[in-house]
C-alpha cells in the first residue's frame, strides 16, 4: 500500500509541533516494517497529488487542507479522520452536534464578543469560561476562565485581538479533569484516562467515561481521538472537549499498534489491510 500521513498545521499544534509529530511518524514507522510505501508531507505544504495513494492518515485542521482531503475522498481514497468527522470538531458544529444527544456537557452557548463588550454581561453566579467560538485553544488566553466582572474585558480584548468574532460561554463545573484518548468507538476498542493534574493512569477506574467518550466519538465521526471532561460531585462525567488526532502523549506506545488495528478492521479501508 501506499500511505500518506499528513501532520498537523503548526499554528494548531500551540507548543506541542513534536508531540503531534510523534504519534504520526509512530503509526508510519510500523506502516513501513510492514512492508508499505509511507510518505510524511507538513499540511502547510500540500497542494493535493495523491497519485497512488491508498490511505491517508491526516491531522490536518485547516479549511484549505481539508477541501484538498476531500477531493481526495471524492476519488475514492479513505482519509482518517474523515473530514466531516475534523469539521464537526470546530467549535460551534461540536456544540450543535453533541447538544441533540444525551452526552452530558455544560451549559453553553455562542455569543459574539461585539455584543458582549456592548453590554458588558457577566454572569453574577459562579465562575464561567470564556472559549474562541472556532476552533479549539491556538494560544494562551483562548479559553479564559471568568471569576469576576473585572475579568471580563481583558478576556474579550485577547479574543478580538485574535480575531476571533464570537465566542464560547460556557458554565464552570467543580471536579476532576481527566483527559482522555481512543482509538475506535466499539466497546472493546483502545481508551485510556489520566487525571490531568497529575497524568496517572485511572482508565479502569473512569468507569461510564469510556462509554461517554466512545458515544461522543460516535455522534461526531471520528475514530482517532481524545478530549477531556470533569468527573461532577453527582458522578455523572460531563464532556468538555473532543478533538481529532490528539497527541496520546500520554500513552503513544501502546496508541500506535491500536491505530493501526483500528485501520485493519475498518470497512472505510475496504479490505486493503491484509493481516500487519
Known amino acids: 500500500m501506499k500511505i500518506f500521513g499528513i501532520y498537523r498545521e503548526r499554528i494548531f499544534s500551540p507548543g506541542k509541533v513534536r508531540e503531534d509529530a510523534a504519534i504520526l511518524d509512530a503509526v508510519l514507522r510500523a506502516l513501513f516494517r510492514a512492508g508499505h510505501e509511507t510518505i510524511a508531507v507538513p499540511a502547510e505544504s500540500m497542494n493535493g497529488g495523491f497519485e497512488g495513494a491508498d490511505l491517508i492518515l491526516s491531522m490536518a ?5 481539508l477541501g484538498i482531503l476531500e477531493e481526495a475522498e471524492r476519488n475514492g481514497i479513505p482519509v482518517v479522520n474523515a473530514v466531516s468527522a475534523v469539521r464537526n470538531c470546530y467549535r460551534k458544529a461540536l456544540i450543535e452536534i453533541l447538544s441533540r444527544t444525551s452526552i452530558s456537557m455544560p451549559a453553553g ?21 470564556l472559549k474562541r467560538g472556532d476552533l479549539h485553544a491556538l494560544g494562551p488566553g483562548d479559553v479564559a476562565r471568568i471569576g469576576s466582572r473585572e475579568e471580563l474585558p481583558g478576556a474579550l480584548a485577547h479574543f478580538r485581538g485574535q480575531g476571533v468574532e464570537r465566542v464560547l460561554v460556557q458554565e464552570h463545573i467543580e471536579g476532576p479533569c481527566v483527559k482522555f484518548y481512543g482509538v475506535g468507538v466499539e466497546p472493546d476498542c483502545f481508551f485510556r484516562a489520566f487525571l490531568s493534574a497529575s497524568g496517572e493512569e485511572i482508565t479502569v477506574l473512569a468507569g461510564k467515561l469510556s462509554e461517554t467518550a466512545r458515544a461522543a466519538a460516535g455522534y461526531v465521526g471520528l475514530e482517532i ?11 455523572a462525567w460531563v464532556l468538555i472537549d473532543l478533538n481529532d488526532w490528539p497527541t496520546f502523549s500520554l500513552c503513544r506506545d501502546t496508541t500506535a499498534r491500536a491505530i493501526i488495528e483500528l485501520l485493519e478492521g475498518s470497512s472505510a479501508i475496504k479490505g486493503v489491510f491484509n493481516g500487519i
Request: glycine share 14%; net charge negative; no cysteine.
Open 109 to 129: 452557548h455562542i455569543v459574539s464578543v461585539t455584543a458582549m463588550e456592548a453590554s458588558g454581561s457577566f454572569r453574577e453566579q459562579g465562575d464561567y469560561w
Open 61 to 65: 485542521q485547516s479549511d484549505r487542507v
Open 225 to 235: 481521538y481524545g478530549g477531556d471532561a470533569i468527573y461532577a460531585a453527582d458522578g
